[in-house]
């Protein structure tokens, strides 16, 4: 049998003389990535499920180094494809003395630019971030965040249902008819979202660290304790958490981790100890990280140039109490979220980056509403109001940071505190890097014990890549931006006694619907803001620049 990928490579974290490159491979055996110079890391696979990966540590780089490399399965080469019209794929390390760009975004529904996926979906934003890539040169120290909803577990496509058909028909597996169970299936659903040739080739070679947000597991994930008690109801659930967290840490999460921090990680010990196949380990991890969110943490750091980068888990370890929102019991982070959080949300950067998948800082009448609806599920309008208003968040989705007060208020005394200098030297802009909501804004906000001489504080959304808002929705959000809404939502949350925010913002351009993909450009102190677009749908149309904001 032929030796192939079927996913990858997808280069990972990188660091100034390191470079990791994750595979999925069609059969267990060697795996060696050989770039120019002679350059050469050997690992063996790793077996979850009766599928095969490897995690290619390539160490001893010289900073800064761009590198074309080659795959290897045994003694056959892999990667590049026969054919290939792309540029070669390459390692790429940092350079601590280069500009820095930040790629981001989410909330991708793969199409292949079909006209049918273009009239519905709308252009692909990660295919054309490749197509304007392989025709320049990748300079700087360029990496992608994709910040949630990087597979959609419960709305799915009809290739990935012909594929549920025929998979349950043949073993038996249960569950949902239009929603991804197993292990198996997400497998599935991860190859046909990255296997398409425009984007697996710019996974090659630009660094990409990822995080969930709800649809890499399920709509709404972990809205309340009251979701949870529903979802624990459902008799596949607890294979559908079990499969969609095992399967999120092997193809989206050990990718994140530094060769150090792999090296640390218990769970990664356990696979690579497992004789034949790793999949009993990975499900009581999985079980594990879903019933005690404490025992592992999700959220990751990463120092690029001079720009911090803090890629927050806002799903898994949320603390779903429903006492006072005041006390800490409910929580979009956790106990153990917010002191990580707090520890490395620091000054001494040039900026500093916090990238949540859902925004923390809302159109403000949204903010409002979530706010009032938190504490009018907790008691503030009486017992019996207490039921309807947490179906009315269900329904409507108010799970953002404005829905944990605890949270919201603790991230932005954390955020006054850095731009105030008291966290070490101020940086020069604190961003707020979003996704999640299906439209785009700039919002910027001042902390109301910052003066004039402190960071600039700003929240930066870019959603979606590929998934643009049915015309009923784009109507409703642009209503909730409205100043009678905003001026509803003030009055809802001072009649339910929810404090006001030590922060103030506002929503600097109107809401975008279409499917962007921000980019945010660092030299020194500066920094730019761009939003990447394409007016014209089509398998070859080229991004262009929709809006810029000087940071």
């Not at 925004?359 to 504490?375: M, T």
């Not at 109301?448 to 808002?469: A, F, K, M, Y």
Request: with cysteine.
């Amino acid at each position: 049998m032929t030796a192939s990928l079927p996913l990858g490579p997808v280069l990972r974290h990188v660091g100034v003389t390191t470079a990791t490159v994750w595979v999925q491979t069609s059969a267990p055996g060697r795996v060696r990535v050989v770039a120019d110079g002679g350059v050469t890391a050997v690992t063996d696979t790793f077996t979850v499920h009766g599928h095969h990966f490897a995690v290619c540590e390539i160490t001893g780089l010289e900073p800064g180094s761009v590198l074309p490399y080659e795959v290897f399965l045994g003694e056959e080469r892999v990667w590049p494809e026969p054919g290939s019209a792309f540029p070669p794929s390459t390692l790429r390390t940092l350079d601590p003395d280069a500009p820095t760009r930040l790629l981001y975004g989410s909330c991708r529904t793969p199409t292949g630019d079909t006209p049918e996926g273009v009239v519905r979906y709308g252009p692909d934003l990660l295919r054309a971030t490749a197509r304007r890539l392989a025709a320049a040169p990748v300079e700087d120290n360029l990496v992608m965040l994709l910040i949630g909803d990087q597979v959609y577990a419960d709305e799915i496509q009809e290739p990935m249902r012909a594929f549920l058909r025929g998979h349950r028909e043949e073993t038996g597996g249960d569950g949902p008819e239009d929603e991804v169970v197993h292990f198996d299936e997400y497998a599935e659903l991860y190859r046909q979202s990255w296997s398409d040739p425009q984007v697996r080739w710019l996974l090659s070679t630009v660094p990409t660290l990822m995080v969930f947000d709800d649809h890499d597991i399920r709509d709404d994930w972990n809205t309340s304790a009251a979701w949870r008690r529903d979802m624990d109801g459902h008799p596949w659930w607890r294979t559908r958490i079990t499969s969609g967290l095992g399967a999120y840490w092997v193809y989206q999460h050990l990718g994140n981790l530094s060769p150090a921090e792999r090296d640390k990680d218990p769970l990664w010990a356990r696979v690579r100890a497992a004789r034949v196949d790793a999949g009993t380990e990975v499900d009581a991890f999985a079980l594990r990280a879903n019933a005690e969110p404490e025992s592992y943490r999700w959220s990751h750091r990463h120092d690029i140039g001079g720009v911090r980068v803090l890629m927050l888990d806002t799903r898994c370890g949320r603390a779903l109490g429903e006492g006072d929102p005041s006390d800490g019991s409910r929580s979009i982070l956790g106990a153990s979220g917010h002191a990580w959080l707090d520890e490395h949300l620091t000054g001494g950067p040039d900026h500093v980056v916090v990238a949540s998948t859902v925004p923390v800082l809302l159109p403000p009448s949204v903010h409002h509403l979530e706010a009032w609806n938190e504490a009018v599920c907790a008691g503030a309008w009486g017992g019996w109001l207490r039921g309807p208003a947490e179906r009315l968040r269900q329904a409507l989705d108010l799970e953002h940071w404005g829905a944990f007060r605890y949270s919201f208020e603790r991230l932005a005394d954390a955020v006054g505190r850095v731009a105030r200098g008291e966290r070490g030297p101020a940086p020069a802009s604190v961003l707020l890097l979003s996704g999640d909501v299906h439209f785009s804004y700039t919002a910027p906000a001042r902390h109301r014990d910052v003066g004039e001489g402190g960071s600039t504080i700003l929240q930066l959304v870019s959603s979606p890549l590929c998934n643009r808002l049915p015309e009923n929705f784009r109507r409703m959000a642009r209503l909730s931006a409205s100043a009678p809404v905003h001026l509803a939502g003030r009055i809802m949350t001072w009649l339910a006694r929810v404090p006001r925010s030590p922060l103030r913002w506002r929503l600097s351009s109107g809401l975008y619907f279409g499917n962007t993909i921000g980019e945010v450009s660092f030299a020194g102190r500066t920094a730019r803001a761009r939003w990447y677009h394409v007016v014209e749908g089509g398998p070859d149309a080229l991004p262009e620049v929709h809006s810029t904001v000087d940071v």
